[in-house]
């Protein structure tokens, strides 16, 4: 690699961990500030409506709607919250925000996903689980926007010494080439030296499996980037 490169990927890099952080910081703006006061003003709202005259009906009419907007309002904060930044990482691992990711956007898209987990995901560090939540997450969204109805199955497991994540789908594979590789090279500049390992199987033909694997054994964290 020369030497302009070196400084490419470095900047590369810089610019990725300064996107992440400002990610975390609106993120935690959105839930911990903005969302706490969106919260108190329904609970004034709705103790407002409790004292209103039973006389007044349009005031009770109109004070109901702002409280509905409000709790609407929460919600779509909350949402963007965790799409900025998983928290749920943080305080309970790879396998549960995971799961709540599937789970969220089965939810609010018509996309159909079966997620399926095996292994101790407990120990696995911030980064590197934060890596494969955003390969997770980029793919997913783009397979709702692509072929909405088709399945997509996501797999966790861990075996030896890897983390592996596993997406298979119905679409046409063109569009998850691209995707994934965008994801994938970002998964690898967060992880610094780590060896990122994906295969992605029948890209042209009807459906498609990708697979991302990450070396992974607690207590060798030297030299790769990850902190246990």
Request: aromatic letters at 4%; one cysteine or more; charged letters at 30%.
């Amino acid at each position: 690699m020369s030497g302009e490169e070196a400084d490419f990927e470095r900047l590369s890099q810089r610019l990725l961990e300064a996107l992440d952080a400002e990610r975390e910081r609106i993120a935690r703006v959105l839930h911990d500030d903005l969302g706490q006061q969106v919260a108190s003003l329904s609970i004034l709202t709705s103790t407002l409506k409790r004292r209103l005259p039973p006389e007044d009906t349009e005031s009770y009419e109109q004070a109901h709607r702002i409280r509905e907007k409000l709790i609407a309002l929460a919600g779509s904060m909350r949402r963007l919250s965790h799409e900025l930044y998983p928290t749920l990482l943080e305080h309970a691992g790879l396998e549960i925000a995971l799961r709540q990711l599937c789970e969220e956007l089965a939810a609010d898209t018509r996309i159909r996903i079966s997620y399926q987990s095996s292994g101790d995901f407990q120990d696995v560090p911030l980064p590197l689980g934060l890596s494969l939540y955003r390969i997770a997450e980029e793919i997913l969204r783009n397979c709702g926007s692509e072929r909405p109805e088709a399945e997509t199955v996501v797999r966790l497991a861990r075996s030896a010494g890897n983390v592996e994540l596993t997406l298979e789908g119905e679409n046409a594979a063109d569009f998850v080439r691209h995707e994934a590789g965008l994801a994938i090279e970002c998964c690898r500049k967060r992880l610094k030296n780590v060896s990122v390992r994906h295969s992605l199987e029948n890209p042209s033909g009807r459906g498609w499996s990708l697979t991302v694997s990450i070396p992974w054994k607690p207590g060798i964290t030297a030299n790769t980037g990850l902190a246990q």
